[in-house]
């Protein structure tokens, strides 16, 4: 039952239920596409967000969705497993897999964390900051939770790889985004300083924090034409605010002008950039 106080919350968050209402619909959809997609090293960015942070033993994820990063913390050692989402949908997929068994996952918000100060070693965050609002106050919340001198690592998205699908879908699909009338319209999501390194110091460092490493990687979502047009529809929010008449006109498009992206062997390259930040919260 939805009270009038939630009803209103909600309403003050559109960015929040946007998110919340997107992965209930369609939850593990995004994690599935990480998990499928690797570095040139066969890694995904989960394993690559979780050698960042390689003596962690008590973490918590911001934005945990179906847990498939603690899933991989956890395989590599930790111990005490927490994460917090918006999505009840995703926590669903994430209690079920029993590597969480044990895991403390939580309905609620990075902004008001439901932790007892000093409870973790490491924070980590896929994808999650920077879609986050009140960005100051989720690093006020991490600083809070983390022990003296922890680790927060946060991956965060750097863009699509010059000359590939991936660039080409966005050329091809901000045009009909910007033709969507803005009641129609999703929200707009975060804070665009989670993407940068000085922008996330700017965040940071008044909660405490030393300033952020920074390492770029490319994730490969290349496959075939249709493969890679599945991946990019899934991974960009914007897709929502396309009718079907719309998609299936962008779809086509794309199609038709990847065509001299194609290998000989009929692949489709598609690379996308990934930012990992790490830092450690002042002793």
């Known amino acids: ?17 946007f998110l919340r209402a997107f992965h209930d619909r369609a939850p ?18 989960y394993q690559m967000l979780a050698g960042r942070v ?62 007892r100060n000093g409870s973790f070693d ?11 609002e009140d960005v100051e106050q989720v690093a006020a919340e991490v600083a809070r939770v983390l022990a003296p001198g922890g680790t927060l690592a946060v991956a965060v998205g750097g863009g699509p790889v010059a000359g ?24 707009r999501l975060g804070d665009r300083r989670t993407r940068q ?8 460092a008044p909660a405490g924090f030393e300033p952020v490493s920074w390492e ?6 290349g496959g075939t034409p249709e493969e890679v047009w599945k991946a990019n529809s899934g991974t960009f929010y914007d897709m929502v605010e396309l009718d079907e008449d719309r998609s299936g006109r962008l779809h086509d498009a794309f199609m038709e002008e990847s065509r001299p992206l194609l290998t000989p062997d009929g692949r489709l390259p598609c690379g996308m950039r990934i930012n990992i930040a790490t830092t450690r919260l002042r002793d």
């Open 1 to 17: 039952m939805t009270t009038t106080s939630d009803a209103s919350a909600a309403a003050a968050r559109p960015a929040e239920e």
């Open 28 to 45: 593990g959809l995004q994690s599935a596409g990480a998990g499928s997609s690797r570095t040139a090293d066969g890694r995904t960015s």
């Open 54 to 115: 390689p003596q962690a033993r008590r973490v918590l994820d911001l934005g945990c969705a179906d847990g498939a990063l603690l899933q991989v913390l956890a395989e590599g050692g930790a111990e005490v497993l927490a994460g917090i989402d918006l999505s009840e949908g995703e926590l669903a997929l994430a209690r079920r897999r029993p590597a969480l068994a044990t895991a403390d996952l939580r309905h609620g918000r990075a902004q008001q964390l439901p932790f």
């Open 122 to 132: 490491t924070v980590v965050s896929h994808m999650a900051l920077m879609l986050m």
């Open 164 to 187: 590939e699908a991936m660039e080409l879908f966005l050329a091809l699909a901000r045009p009909h985004f910007k033709a969507t009338p803005t009641e129609l319209r999703m929200p």
């Open 197 to 204: 390194r000085e922008g996330l110091d700017e965040i940071l």
């Open 216 to 221: 770029q990687i490319v994730i490969d979502m």
